[in-house]
């Protein structure tokens, strides 16, 4: 295979399972007939992750590091590793282990049936009660709220082409969902089954608060669902409040002398200003969304490039 083929790997305190990374994709590649490179972008990490992946750099010219100035975010580090990658094909995945680089020559064999695209799909993965239940949710909301199509269950790993690759570097939106620009720009897409591992070593950095994150995230990026139902809802309450306003009023003229309370009177007000506040809070999601994208700031910053030539 005369393509050259570029893992691109964003990194955040992954000091603990990056040097196992690189051996198994060594092992994995070296003695295949393909070329290849590995575009690191370290997401601002706190630990020693950048001066060991230096340290691998000065005794192998295929890797490469992009070191971005502060933490970013992971959709961002991707985008700077995809930015700097020279390959025809490109390999998405994380340093974890979880998904194991034995499965690149697969990989490559079903891009090479003629897609741009080839997302991974976890045949079963080894994790706890708890992350199994976090990660339905994720997927749950996701489904109700974008609509989006996703493969499931969805593993990172996942491989595209070049033309993919430019077309993904078009999208400039600050605030980035990558699966989600993933499907808009469509093309020819695939999914291959793997078999994902434990991680090697260290926690995964998307806990359940993250994931909840990207979700809003997602949904507001992809949809307007919320404030079609904020206008629903404000519907509903103003005709359920009128009926009941008529129902009180005949009941007091003509079946049951009673007198209306406090109470009551200070529960509806606090329900319908809390309604109004949530609703107010969506639509102050979307302008602030808004808001960032009208700077058209970069959408990363970096602070050195090391074994990367600039064009």
Known sequence: MDKLLSLVVPVFNEEECILEFISQVRSELDDSPLHYEIVFADDGSTDNTVELIRGEIGNDSRIRLVELSYNHGKQAALTAAVTYSNGDYLIYMDPDLQDPPKEISRFIAKIEEGYD????????????????????????????????????????????????????????????FIEGIFMHIGMRQATLVIRQKQRFAGKSKYNFARKLRLAKDAILDYSELPLKLATRVGIILVITSLLAVLTLTILRLFFIDFQLGWPSLICTLWFGFGINLLFLGVIGSYVGKIYSESKHRPLFSTQRLTNIKQS
């Open 117 to 176: 695209l080839v997302f991974g799909v976890r045949e079963s993965k080894e994790a706890g009660f708890v992350d199994v239940l976090f990660s339905k949710v994720f997927w749950l909301i996701l489904d109700v709220f974008t609509g989006l199509k996703l493969p499931r269950p969805l593993a990172v790993m996942r491989i595209f082409n070049r033309d993919f690759a430019n077309r993904f570097l078009d999208y400039k939106e600050s605030n980035r």
